[in-house]
């Protein structure tokens, strides 16, 4: 038996403020495997968005454990974490995230330079072909609409070929039928990789697009139903 591509062993986060310590998370022990779709619902203020984080190393748990691909995030140090993401993990935000004076090619090439990667414009003007933008990729985030943003994102994630993409909220900043096409451009281009992809959502109908989906509340997780 394969062991899970994430793994989260009674993780919790908690944050420090003026009042004190507040709790985040709390007793999160969770599986992903690998090729996996799943999503994280939950009410506003859930931590759904925090686990996400949690399973990025964005953000360091505060009790338990988190590996992803065998490795234990809460052992790495900062440089150790981002060339981890780099190699395994495409991260998509509710907000672009563009680097405002790149063009939509160099957003996406970027990655892949830092990466040491010889051909990265050829992989970044495949990736911009992949989600329909070969013909924009000269222009600048503030030349696109919304939704070419968003597929930018979704290219500059992808293009390093990651084993996990992490999305928060993805279509949060789309209208409904620009928000469809993301979506079914992140099944898809995830299912021909074989990426795991694990979701931030507040869209029931997006949710259960996925193989699972797991619920928060309060910081801590629901018992989960089955997907019809």
Known sequence: MTSPIIQLTNAGLSLSGNAGSVTILSGITLAVNSAETLAL??????????????????????SGQI????????????????????SNMGIVFQSFHLIPTLTALENVALPLELAGMADARAQAEAGL??????????????QLSGGEQQRV?????LAPKPKILLADEPTGNLDSATGAAVSDLIFEL??????TLVLVTHDTALATRCARVTQLSGGKLVPEEPVA
């Open 41 to 62: 619902t939950g009410p506003s203020g859930s931590g759904k968005s925090s686990l996400l984080m949690l399973m990025g190393g964005l953000e360091r748990a505060t």
């Open 67 to 86: 590996e992803a691909l065998g490795q234990d995030l809460g052992t790495m140090s900062e440089d150790a974490l981002a060339k981890f993401r780099l």
């Open 129 to 142: 072909a992949a989600v329909g933008l070969a013909e924009r990729s000269g222009h600048f985030p503030a």
């Open 153 to 157: 994102a979704l290219a500059r994630a």
């Open 190 to 195: 995830c299912k021909a990789s074989g990426t």
